[in-house]
């Protein structure tokens, strides 16, 4: 076994009672703490990216196929049609990753009900349309028939509470059309809610058929395709390839993050508060297990000038405190690996931390755990706390054997 580690793990097994073991509990303690922090903070910023992202793809998709639009402004909605090609969509449905692939159309329009008015972007789509699990529905879906259209129409929760409605109300659809409404009225079939207000302030969902009728386009008459994919990572390479190898201007494939550019953006900043945050964290690790070591190694003094008198040379009794570094730091990190997932743990199952949702886009805190973070973490605090003892150990050279010696 190594002299050195031998020595530091006897020491600090025999440390009990002393001025020492207070030392060494406080830096475990200061240690734990810090790498917990670590890994909540990571959790819940991951998961609150997550959880946003999760939101606007459950209802937006990850790749929009759409006509060529300069200033992205509105790039789901045109007043001039596509058409509709079955060999295009069933090419895109074979790519890997892709889950679906749904034709839709946009329109503008006032929903009324109760004297009280919404103005809405109501999204036509058919009957394989679908929400994902990012977002919660109740009622009943869409329910399409083989002729005509279907008059129902799905709102979000935030609407339906503006407009004083429930599910099986029924509402009035105002469509502006050269300063003259075309009044429809429409059934509400089901409420959705995902917490963003970009999505439930904005949206409704109806049959396609009903916006074309509208519109007087024909059967095969749409404004873009929503692909949805199976994973997100997939989104640039799988819109490169449509855009590359599918489809001819004026055509365009869009990834949502292009869309939606101001939301990540939004949550790349919060991404980099997370990082500040964690290098904070890291530094106040090393600080504290710097001021550790150079108290030890003073209060040891003695050790180290019998140690220098039986001949050990500065690089045994030097890798004696970074050994005692090394387990003081793994012990912390393991505490710390308890804590940390414990408290990520009970907030997946219990959510006891709220969030106001009207400012965060969901009511309680996310939390997502990467094991890759969490490992990340450990091994880099680890390192760092052994690394950074390499100037406080200087402090080893300065010990003379004959005056440390004198007085025993």
Not at 141 to 168: C, F, H, M, V
Not at 191 to 218: A, P
Request: aromatic content about 10%; some cysteine; glycine content about 8%.
């Amino acid at each position: 076994m190594n002299l050195s580690f031998f020595i530091a793990r006897r020491y600090l097994v025999k440390q009990k009672g002393t001025f020492s073991s207070f030392i060494i509990k406080l830096a475990v303690v200061a240690t734990a703490l810090s790498v917990a922090v670590m890994i909540v903070a990571m959790a819940i910023v991951t998961g609150f990216k997550y959880s946003v992202t999760e939101k606007l793809y459950s209802f937006m998709g990850h790749v929009h196929v759409l006509p060529f639009d300069e200033t992205k402004s509105n790039a789901m909605s045109y007043e001039e049609p596509i058409y509709y090609d079955a060999v295009l969509a069933g090419k895109m449905k074979k790519l890997p990753h892709v889950a679906a692939v749904s034709p839709f159309v946009v329109r503008p329009v006032i929903v009324q009900a109760h004297g009280q008015m919404e103005g809405l972007q109501l999204k036509g789509v058919d009957r394989d349309y679908h929400f994902l699990s990012g977002i919660s529905v109740s009622g009943s879906p869409i329910s399409y028939g083989d002729s005509g259209y279907a008059k129902q129409i799905i709102l979000s929760q935030t609407t339906a509470n503006r407009l004083n409605i429930e599910t099986g109300d029924t509402v009035q659809l105002d469509f502006i059309e050269n300063g003259i409404p075309r009044i429809r009225r429409v059934k509400v079939c089901g409420l959705y809610h995902s917490g963003m207000e970009e999505v439930d302030k904005y949206f409704g969902v109806c049959d396609i058929r009903l916006l074309q009728r509208i519109n007087n386009w024909t059967a095969d008459s749409i404004n873009g395709y929503q692909v949805d994919l199976d994973n997100v990572a997939y989104s640039d390479s799988v819109s490169n390839y449509i855009h590359y190898n599918l489809i001819a201007p004026p055509m365009e494939s869009y990834t949502t993050a292009e869309n939606y550019a101001f939301i990540f953006d939004w949550l790349e900043l919060q991404g980099m508060n997370g990082t500040i945050l964690l290098a904070i964290m890291a530094i106040v690790s090393i600080i504290n297990m710097g001021a550790v070591l150079v108290i030890l190694m003073v209060d040891r003094a003695t050790m180290i000038g019998l140690l220098k008198a039986l001949g050990m040379p500065f690089e045994g009794t030097r890798n004696i405190f970074l050994a005692i570094a090394g387990l003081i730091g793994a012990t912390g990190i393991l505490l710390g690996n308890v804590l940390g997932l414990s408290l990520c743990w009970l907030q997946l199952q219990y959510k006891f931390m709220k969030l106001p949702e009207e400012s965060y886009s969901m009511r309680y805190v996310p939390v997502k755990i990467i094991w890759w973070q969490v490992g990340l973490i450990d091994v880099v605090t680890l390192a760092l706390c052994v690394l950074c003892m390499w100037l406080p150990a200087l402090y080893i050279r300065r010990i003379q054997p004959a005056k440390v010696l004198q007085f025993k």
